[in-house]
């Protein structure tokens, strides 16, 4: 079955950094494109960063672009997640996703924290 584990999460202090990981199972990974969403308390998920399944082309939201990387190795199965320059309006809950039309339906991590606070 379709699995992503996320890790890498913490407590940082403004203007640090952090990098998260998902590691995918379960599918062919390759194929797809992978996402990174992120979700604080009282608010709706957002999405923070999508790649493509090559690698080759890369979106980010306006909040986070220039400063959030997203990157992927097929090999490892493995998504990343390059975060610089944090703020305090970065802490969520940090979850990888993938759609997978076949099946109808988008699979999602179990999430990671990311605490950005002095």
């Known amino acids: 079955q379709v699995q992503l584990v996320e890790s890498g999460g913490g407590l940082v202090q403004p203007g640090g950094s952090l990098r998260l990981s998902c590691a995918a199972s379960?599918?062919?990974?390759?194929?797809?494109?992978m996402s990174w969403y992120r979700q604080a308390p009282g608010k709706e998920r957002e999405l923070v960063a999508t790649?493509?399944?090559?690698?080759?082309?890369?979106n980010y939201a306006d909040s986070v672009k220039d400063r959030f990387t997203i990157s992927r190795d097929n090999a490892k199965k493995t998504v990343y997640l390059q975060m610089n320059y944090l703020k305090p309006e970065d802490t969520a809950v940090y979850l990888c996703?993938?759609?997978?039309?076949?099946?109808?339906?988008?699979?999602w991590g179990q999430g990671t924290q990311v605490t950005v606070s002095s």
């Open positions: 996703s993938v759609l997978i039309l076949r099946y109808s339906a988008r699979y």
């Open positions: 379960g599918f062919t990974f390759s194929t797809y494109s």
């Open positions: 790649i493509s399944s090559t690698g080759g082309s890369t």
